[in-house]
Structures are given as structure tokens and as C-alpha cells.
């Protein structure tokens, strides 16, 4: 890599809008290699309350344990202290909202307790709405429609990455404010139940939020096949249909995560679970095969002849825009 | 009350399929004085899995404390049983599937503990589809699908009452086994969300299933000013729509409930919950105010002209058959 890239992707806020690994002092190392000062990690998918805060317990012990390499983001100040301490910037979100059960009180419990992210649905329905491979498509439920008013007023950003389109499209509607998709690509590029129709991603965009371009190969044209390359073409793709201030990146790398675990979050509460072939093993794009390899990101970005401004917007700058406009009270 | 109507009712096996009164002792010795054989008791509407055993415990109490007056139905012969013993059998119920949360499992834990009747949903969208009260209407999810093929198995009555229309046709379809509105009246009776229409009446009936008349005021045509009197023209209109082998009763009392107990299960999870005006103070027909009333209904099908059989049928007849083939491994 060029002195350049080098120089430019040092200076420059890195965020990941998600990552959902196999957490551990080795990831932590990973993320500081690649230069990320926050990342969006995942500590509950279908876990219901009390197992979400046995996942919240566990970050406590790494941020005593690694507070050389990581350290918990509450507010975007934290963002900043951060890059300036060379540490990665934890901020905690769900992809579901199974961890609040069937009460809206929680919600206040969980941001008390760091969590700045939250998913409204998994793979399938819940209380709140419909996932994308869910049998139906239907919108918000009432009590979806309290979650995304509790969730403006306390400052949680509203992710639709996972989300059933109608739900989706309901949930843009009914937010006072802006909304992301972390992690999808558009569907028009790849058509893939878990990517974004064009409707929705410039709905997204017109609210003022970020849609985070993913590498997680089955979202990808080329599938396991795709390389940092096929990658950018996305960002492209995005950047010409709804603007540079609103693409982002969100890996959603899986590192070190087991078949195991593949196997629980696709089956879920069910015995068959959604119909969801994700063609194992999974093969990260050349190029970009680890959270330690965001460097070469910004190397392509400039490579492709991306203005220094736009890069920094894209890796960071736009979701940390969003972040202040939802977290602020 | 005659002679005749009085020596028919203490001869029949008389079953309510729903009530959900405060329990006590009291409400024990009146389904004695009322001469019920058998009631469905709901012992879970909002509650989860927790929640809903500490309820279950209770009943363990209460069977131990009163049982000179009632005693556990496991299965049809404890009917019969009950009736040679003059005791009221107890069939507990859920009238919702938040019990068992997002586990499939905790299906074969309840039907372990006795439970023999579950409502797929409540008023409002839960995991498995949505109720009559939700914003919109949708079918069974891939995990209702599951339910209702766990269910069947293992031998539990399915409870479509307060199930929204979707889910209810999704529902009858979906199972083996025939199928129950335990306490609902035609909509085009009396045009409230709780009641049903005519294709999901007929529906539950060409399943093989029953559909109890319930005598809850808001779901009469005469409101607060019904008497017994017309809820026999319900039992009239049912008997004519779907025949005399489908229908039956179901009072859904709410004996000694006080106002603070119908605002949680009405707001339920949200703050606002769904939109259902009660109209209180409500007012029990005049005629069948209490489940001690129930000779009243005998006599009152008898001056309507109903045979002998046809009232035994309604009185039990019909949803005893129904038990025996649900609940028959």
C-alpha cells in the first residue's frame, strides 16, 4: 500500500457499522491492525433478557481485560477519545429485540446499560414486526410502533438491515429520526432475501441515514467467488443511487464463529428455522478477509478515484453523523 | 325451575369452555351449584414461561385445598370421573403462547403440567401469528406452523377466539386435528373484532370443531342489556349456520376480576395497547350472570323447543368429542 492510503486511512475516523464475531483479545488486536476506531458489536441475537445481560457481563470483563486495545462508546465524544488513545471505540447494539421480551421498559434498562444499536427484527417475526425470510410480509405491530418511539426518545439508532420490507418501510415512516441499514447491499445488484430494493435504501437516504455496504459473500454478485474489487462496485452502486453521505461499511464478519453457531442463528426458536442456504463454507472477498485488512479499503476507495473527503464520509464520517443526530437527546 | 328441565341438567355432562374468573374456593362452589362437570380454566394470557408455572403452582394448591370440589382433567375418562364424583374437572388452558417464549420444547414441558388448551394468540401479534386486535392482519409464521404440528402431536386442543382472521383460516388449515372457537360469537350477530365470520365459523365446524357462544356483553348483540334469552338466539344462529354437533358454550366469565385486572390484559406488553372499548361496568345477561346459572341454560334450551340430545351435545357433548380426538395420541 502506498504512503498515501497509508497516511489518509490513519487519519481518517474507521468505523463498522457491524461486526458479529467469535469475540476475543485476538479479534481486539485484528480490529487495532486495521486501524478501526468503533465497530458495532453484535451481543444479542435470539437471546432473550436475562441471557443478553450475561452477554453484557462478558464485555464488561474485556473492557477490564483489554482496555489497552478497546473501550466502551456511550456518546461520539467517545468516538473521538478513541482515535486519539489508539483504541477501538465498542459499541454495543442487537440484531433483534427478543432481548427486551414483551417489555418496552427494558428498552430504558438496555441503553442504561451501553446498548446504542438495536435491530428491530432477526431472520423472522417477533413482537415487533416481520424479518426478511419470514412466510409473510406485514409492517410494524402496535407494540413495534411504541419500540420505535422509546427508541427515538432515548437515542437508540434503528437498524433495518435484517427487517421484513414492509416493516422496514413502516419503521421509516415512524421514526422521528434517521435510520440504518448496517449491514445490506442492494437487491437490484444481488437478489438476496436479505438485501435492500432500491425503494427502501433511497428511503433510508431521504430520512438521513446510512446504509452500510456489506462483504458477507452471499449478499455479494459473486458470492464466495467476489473480491475487495466486486466490493467497491457495490460502494459505487450505492454511492450513484443515494449519495456519498449516505454509504457506510458494515462487514458483518463472522470471525472464528463456529458451523455451531451458524446453525443456531439460522434455525433460531424453531426446529426447521428459515429457509436460508448460505452455501458453506463462507469464503470472505480477496482483499478484505478480515477486520484487520481495512486498510486495504480505503487503498481501493482511492485507487477507484474516490475524493479523500468522500472516503472519510463513507468509512466513518456518515454513520458517525447519524450517531450524533440519533444519540443525542 | 321444572322438574324435567333440573333432572336433564344433573344428568348431563356439562362442560363451560372458558372461563377466566379471580379463583377461589367460592367460584369453586358456585361451578359446583351450577352443576359444571368440567370448565377450561385459562391459567396464562400475558404471562411467560416464569410466570405461568408459579400460576400453575397455584392450581396445585387449590387442588389439594378444595378437593371436595374440583379435580384435575388429564384426559376424557377424568370427565366422566369427575361427574360420577360430583366435582368440577378443571382443564387448564392458556389463551395466548407467550408461556412458552421462543421454545418449542416448552410445549412439551406444559402439556406435562396438564395444560390441554392453548389460544394461539391473545389480542395483539405474538410469535406465532396475530391477534384480532392487531394493526393488520396476517397469517401463521413458520414458527406458528411448528406450534400447531407440536401441538397436534402431543395432544392440545387449538384455541382460535381472540386469533385474527388470517391466522385463524392459516390455522385451521394448518392442523390435523379439529379446531375450537372456545368463546366466540358470529360477527354477523353483532359486529365486534372478537367475534367471527361466518367462513371461519363454518370453517372450525367442517374441521370437526366446536364453537362455544359466549355470554361476554360486549360480543352480544344487546350489549350490557342482553338476557339469557338472547344468548340463546347466538346458540340459535350457530346451531342453524354449522349444526347442532358444533356448537357449544363457552361463558368466558370473569367472576370477581377486579377493573385493574382488565386494563393489564387489555394494555398488555405496551403502554397504549390495543384499541378495545369494554364499555365497563359490564353486565352479565340477566338470567346467566354467574357460572352458578348454568341450570338456567338447560331450561331455557328445553322451553326453546331443543331436544334432549341436541341440548346434551351443546351443554358438553360436542367439545367432549372434540377432546377425545385431540387429546388421543
Redesign the interface.
Known amino acids: 500500500m502506498d504512503q498515501n492510503a497509508k497516511d489518509l486511512h490513519e487519519s481518517t475516523i474507521v468505523i463498522d457499522c457491524l461486526e458479529i464475531s467469535n469475540w476475543s483479545e485476538e479479534i481486539f488486536k485484528k480490529m487495532r491492525l486495521g486501524g478501526l476506531t468503533a465497530v458495532n458489536c453484535t451481543c444479542s441475537i ?1 437471546e ?1 433478557f436475562r441471557q443478553t445481560v450475561k452477554n453484557i457481563v462478558w464485555w464488561h470483563g474485556a473492557f477490564d481485560n483489554c482496555s489497552d486495545l478497546i473501550m466502551p462508546v456511550h456518546e461520539v465524544p467517545d468516538i473521538r477519545e478513541a482515535k486519539k488513545l489508539n483504541k477501538t471505540g465498542i459499541i454495543l447494539g442487537f440484531q433483534n429485540t ?1 432481548a427486551i ?4 421498559d427494558l428498552l430504558t434498562i438496555f441503553h442504561g446499560l451501553g446498548i446504542r444499536v438495536i435491530q428491530l427484527t432477526y431472520m ?4 415487533i414486526g ?1 424479518g426478511c ?4 410480509d ?6 413495534g ?2 419500540v420505535i418511539e422509546e427508541m427515538n426518545r432515548l437515542g437508540i439508532l434503528i437498524d433495518l438491515s435484517h427487517v421484513g420490507h414492509r416493516t422496514t418501510m413502516d419503521a421509516i415512516e415512524a421514526s422521528q429520526k434517521p435510520v440504518a441499514f448496517t449491514h445490506a447491499n442492494p437487491k437490484s445488484l444481488c437478489d438476496h432475501p436479505r438485501n435492500k430494493p432500491d425503494e427502501a435504501l433511497m428511503a433510508v437516504a431521504e430520512k438521513g441515514g446510512v446504509v452500510g455496504a456489506t462483504i458477507f459473500p452471499p449478499f455479494l454478485p459473486a458470492g464466495n467467488k467476489s473480491t475487495l474489487n466486486d466490493f467497491i462496485d457495490v460502494i459505487d452502486y450505492l454511492a450513484d443511487m443515494i449519495g456519498y453521505d449516505h454509504v457506510a461499511v458494515g462487514t458483518d464478519f463472522t470471525e472464528g464463529q463456529p458451523k455451531e453457531w451458524f446453525d443456531w442463528i439460522l434455525t ?7 429457509a436460508l442456504n448460505l452455501n458453506h463454507p463462507l469464503k470472505n472477498p480477496e482483499g478484505i478477509e478480515s477486520t484487520a485488512d481495512f486498510p486495504n479499503l480505503t487503498s481501493a476507495l482511492l485507487n477507484r478515484g474516490y475524493s479523500e473527503l468522500n472516503i472519510q464520509k463513507i468509512m466513518g464520517g456518515n454513520i458517525m453523523r447519524v450517531l450524533s443526530e440519533v444519540w443525542e437527546k
Open positions: 435470539l432473550n427478543s421480551e414483551d417489555n418496552l423472522e417475526g417477533n413482537l416481520q425470510l419470514e412466510r409473510f406485514a409492517g410494524l405491530t402496535s407494540f410502533l411504541e433460531g426458536k424453531s426446529k426447521k428455522g428459515p
